[in-house]
């Protein structure tokens, strides 16, 4: 079935570093990939999606491509902010039996420290 | 436009109890599910409904865990008897456009803490 895996966490890093947070996916057909966000004792929040091959999602200062040929969608952001610490899902939305399924990784989670 | 509305955000009760949480999805939104988020891992989708027909429940634990949406707009999800491993989150989301358009963004509510001790 629909699978997506996630770079295990947590990520730490300094104010203004680089983050690459990776996923890949399995799926059937040509599924909308997903980056959602959780910050704390909030709920959870769309980030950016894109919805077919060589799509680029961007919100926020954060970009993720929709690789097909190695069936990717990594998250990257070229410099991150206090702020920015928070849990990040990617997610997937294929279609199968005739209807839409969204299934998310496990998440990963990012601190950023000043 | 109002978000997905849950309720209770927290809840605790002892194992063997029941115990119920309701969501009020976005209006006009045809799809609804339910997610069980354990501590440190990605949402687990429980249930999923296309208006008030289920379309996907091949992970809710039967014997235990029930769900409807009457009506088509907000839904029920009930535990009964709990277990200590329910313990989680119970997200409540909705999206608008429903089967065979992948491309929708799903709105998550707040959730329910749940606690069984």
């Known amino acids: 079935g629909d699978s997506v895996t996630q770079m295990e966490g947590p990520v730490t890093l300094s104010e203004e570093a680089f983050l690459t947070i990776n996923c890949t996916y399995t799926?059937?057909?040509?599924?909308?990939l997903f980056w959602y966000v959780q910050y704390p004792g909030e709920g959870l929040q769309l980030l950016l999606k894109?919805?077919?091959?060589?799509d680029k999602g961007s919100n926020k200062g954060f970009e993720a491509t929709y690789r097909k040929e190695t069936t990717s969608f990594h998250l990257e952001k070229g410099s991150v902010q206090v702020s920015d610490s928070a849990v990040y899902f990617c997610?997937?939305?294929?279609?199968?039996?005739?209807?839409?399924?969204?299934?998310f990784g496990a998440g990963t989670r990012l601190a950023v420290h000043p | 436009e109002a978000g997905v509305a849950q309720s209770p955000r927290y809840k605790i009760i002892e194992k063997r109890q029941s115990v119920a949480f309701w969501c009020n999805p976005i209006?006009?939104?045809?799809?609804l599910y339910w997610y069980q988020q354990i501590l440190g891992q990605g949402p687990k989708l429980l249930i999923q409904?296309?208006?008030?027909?289920?379309?996907?429940d091949s992970q809710l634990p039967k014997d235990r865990f029930s769900a409807e949406r009457l009506k088509g707009v907000d839904s029920t999800l009930k535990i009964q008897p709990a277990k200590l491993e329910d313990s989680a989150v119970y997200l409540c989301?909705?999206?608008?456009?429903?089967?065979?358009?992948?491309?929708?963004?799903?709105?998550f509510g707040q959730g329910t803490r749940l606690t069984v001790v």
């Open positions: 894109a919805t077919k091959a060589d």
């Open positions: 997610a997937l939305r294929g279609v199968s039996g005739g209807y839409n399924k969204l299934i």
């Open positions: 799926a059937t057909g040509y599924p909308s």
């Open positions: 989301a909705s999206s608008f456009q429903g089967t065979g358009v992948v491309g929708s963004e799903a709105f």
């Open positions: 409904f296309q208006n008030n027909g289920v379309v996907d």
């Open positions: 209006s006009g939104h045809a799809t």
